[in-house]
């Protein structure tokens, strides 16, 4: 017996069918203008273009690395929330919270090695990310302002490790963060006063914890994901990821009707203001194949790797904890996290031009790079030939920075003395 | 309409006028806006600057001078100081080290730092390492009560003792 039309019956009957495309609008795609809906019409997908060029996808061009940053990113995000929890940013609990973490808490210990080590990998692959848009000329117009936010991200991703790790109040955060922010006094006119804003008092002590833990758990996470979404948009706007001129194909087969100039008195669809009114015939050969689901396997993939990889490490490490906090004796030697062990290898040249001068100038050369170098020529592959100067110069300081951070940690003993390892 | 030329050159006045009162609005307003910004952004600074703190105080006694006897070389560690006595003289040595904070630890030539390295010797000159400047001295004097009294307040000239 079928259910007259219209009755409780039927409606009880085509409830979840009707809760689902409630839900979903669009089916699982089976062709061409179904897969191109699928980025309309999902919120978690509408940042991605509906074609994407094969060239974007070549593992060995992006290596995956900006994604993997973002993936490590959610992570840190998610185990950052868990211990939040249990973690009090106080002088008397927080070491013992940490205990308890390890002692206590049902997966206490493995969420923290997930965020640890999480933490390194973040600033790691932020790192190589880096070098893979400079060896690819990525940095080019139209994109200098997207490798500009790339730039501060670096620095958002440093210092939120930064002020991470003063939070388990041991000995290591106790004496890294005394040193860094006495690093910080050292800036010209304004380097006191830093140094006074961050701490809250004269001294490393429950102001400056507290401090710390807010700007780590708030004011930090916000600003990188601010900017994590806009550099994410500025990918779409600036036209997708860069790409020798080689991988476009002309679309000589399409007819395209396009404007010279926007009218000013005329108003315009979206799609009208953005191309100019444009009729496109056919499917032209443009070298594309469609984001559902190219892309989005490429992201899963690189998604599964990069929890996969976190997960492994979690289990077979675990996050080093020193011995609490002891105000009267620093260890010796006294030494940062690896990422920050070369500039304290500088810094034992000069707290001035090892702690702020030359890296402040690093900074400052990498903002300005996409508006010195503004020659178009060698984008979209590795290692350029006609952009040798631009990438040996990178190459002498990336080279330069990790034999620094090697030396800072492997050579380095007691009072900072030269030592083998060996 | 354009007939009487008078009257056009009366309309286009207005409009003129209209026009500079609506840019003068504007920009009063624009200043307005970016003014409230930058007030509102001080003001978040003069909050983040806290006013009392609430560490170690700054200015303390020590005991009476016969409790550090001739030849002392002693460093009161939660104090950061390091109390030297001379013959009947007495001085305070900073123990932070002027490179990046450090506590410098008591060595047989002075002082050296484990941190980065710097030496120093024991009047706290610097003799090796990345220190950029000497231990600072701090004030010492005689409370009424016949305590010694360090104010780290106050930096002295190296070499100035107290005589007791």
């Known amino acids: 017996m079928t259910p007259k039309k219209g009755s409780l019956l039927e409606s009880a009957r085509e409830l979840p069918s009707n809760v689902w495309s409630s839900i979903f609008r669009n089916p699982l795609p089976h062709n061409d203008v179904e897969r191109s809906a699928t980025s309309f019409t999902n919120f978690f997908l509408h940042i991605h273009p509906v074609k994407v060029n094969k060239n974007t996808l070549r593992p060995m061009y992006t290596m995956g690395l900006g994604l993997m940053s973002f993936f490590l990113f959610l992570i840190l995000v998610v185990t950052g929330i868990l211990l939040m929890f249990y973690y009090v940013p106080s002088t008397n609990q927080a070491y013992d919270r940490m205990l308890d973490l390890r002692g206590s808490v049902a997966f206490g210990t493995f969420l923290r090695n997930m965020h640890r080590w999480s933490a390194h990998g973040m600033v790691a692959i932020v790192f190589f990310h880096m070098c893979r848009v400079f060896f690819t000329g990525a940095y080019k117009k139209p994109r200098e302002f997207n490798w500009l936010l790339g730039v501060v991200l670096l620095l958002v991703t440093l210092f939120l490790s930064f002020t991470g790790y003063l939070l388990p109040w041991d000995q290591l955060a106790f004496w890294a963060i005394t040193v860094g922010t006495a690093i910080a006094g050292y800036a010209p006119l304004v380097g006191k006063e830093i140094r006074f804003l961050l701490l809250g008092d004269a001294n490393v002590g429950q102001e400056a914890l507290l401090r710390f833990y807010v700007l780590h758990v708030a004011v930090l996470p916000v600003i990188a994901t601010l900017l994590i979404a806009v550099h994410f948009w500025r990918i779409r706007k600036d036209g997708g990821l860069s790409r020798p001129a080689t991988a476009e194909v002309k679309p000589d087969l399409a007819i395209t009707v396009k404007a010279v100039e926007l009218d000013p008195k005329r108003t315009y669809g979206l799609q009208g203001l953005v191309r100019g009114p444009m009729v496109k015939v056919g499917n032209v050969p443009d070298n594309s194949v469609y984001s559902w689901p190219n892309l989005l396997m490429a992201e899963l993939f690189a998604f599964v790797v990069t929890l996969s990889i976190i997960l492994v490490l979690s289990m077979l490490f675990n996050a080093p904890l020193e011995e609490p906090v002891n105000v009267m004796h620093p260890p010796n030697p006294a030494k940062a996290p690896w990422y920050f062990l070369g500039l304290q290898e500088m810094v034992s040249y000069s707290a001035f031009w090892g702690g702020v001068g030359i890296p402040g100038l690093f900074v400052l050369l990498l903002v300005l790079t996409p508006y010195i170098d503004r020659s178009p020529e060698g984008v979209g592959v590795w290692f350029s030939k006609k952009r040798l100067l631009a990438n040996t110069v990178f190459l002498t300081f990336v080279i330069l920075n990790i034999g620094f951070i090697i030396i800072g940690t492997f050579f380095r003993g007691p009072n900072w003395s030269f030592v083998t390892p060996w | ?164």
């Open chain 2, 1 to 164: 309409m354009g007939l009487n030329p008078r009257r056009s050159s009366e309309a286009e006045a207005a409009e003129q006028q209209n026009a500079s009162r609506r840019r003068m609005l504007g920009w009063l307003t624009g200043v307005g806006l970016f003014g409230s910004g930058i007030l509102s952004a001080f003001s978040n600074f003069v909050f983040i600057k806290p006013r009392a703190t609430y560490g170690a105080p700054q200015r303390f006694t020590i005991g009476k001078p016969t409790s550090y006897p001739e030849g002392t070389r002693v460093a009161i560690e939660p104090r950061r100081i390091c109390i030297v006595r001379d013959g009947n003289r007495l001085a305070a040595i900073s123990t932070t080290c002027t490179h990046l904070g450090c506590i410098v630890g008591l060595s047989d030539t002075g002082f050296a730092c484990p941190c980065h390295g710097s030496r120093y010797d024991q009047d706290g000159t610097v003799t090796g390492g990345p220190a950029p400047k000497p231990l600072a001295w701090y004030k010492v004097s005689l409370a009424p009560n016949g305590e010694l009294e360090i104010d780290k307040d106050v930096e002295v000239q190296p070499g100035t003792y107290l005589n007791v």
